[in-house]
């Protein structure tokens, strides 16, 4: 089992960035795959990025070129840095966790959760 803590949300202007951390904690916490995805108000749970023990990057469409996912294996923990942010990227944010090969954006895959931070991007 893997505790994962989120931290680095906010509120911010649209044109400007955040960037989230997930600290994580137990075992397999630095041998796990991990992924953010965001919930809006009335939608559907999506994957926005991911990235496997071995660095490999997943990223949906709506996040290529604007957000990027990092991690520090000594500290099993997750960045994911966003830029140009949109009122659309408003959202409650996850951390997960998962030990599926290969590294999916697909959210049953991941059976480990954070709380979620949330993010809100005004006009």
């Known amino acids: 089992q893997v505790q994962l803590v989120e931290s680095g949300g906010g509120s911010v202007q649209a044109g400007g960035s955040l960037r989230l951390s997930c600290a994580a904690s137990g075992n397999n916490a630095r041998s796990a795959n991990r992924a953010w995805f965001r919930q809006a108000p009335g939608k559907e749970r999506e994957g926005v990025a991911a990235?496997?023990?071995?660095?490999?990057?997943l990223y949906a469409e709506s996040a290529k070129g604007r957000f990027t996912i990092s991690r520090d294996n000594t500290k099993a923990t997750v960045h994911l840095q966003r830029n140009s942010l949109e009122p659309q990227d408003t959202a409650l944010y996850y951390c997960?966790?998962?030990?599926?090969?290969?590294?999916?954006?697909?959210?049953?895959?991941?059976?480990?959760w954070g709380q979620g931070t949330q993010v809100t991007v005004s006009a």
């Open positions: 990235i496997s023990v071995y660095g490999t990057t």
């Open positions: 997960a966790a998962g030990m599926q090969w290969p590294v999916t954006l697909i959210s049953s895959d991941y059976n480990n």
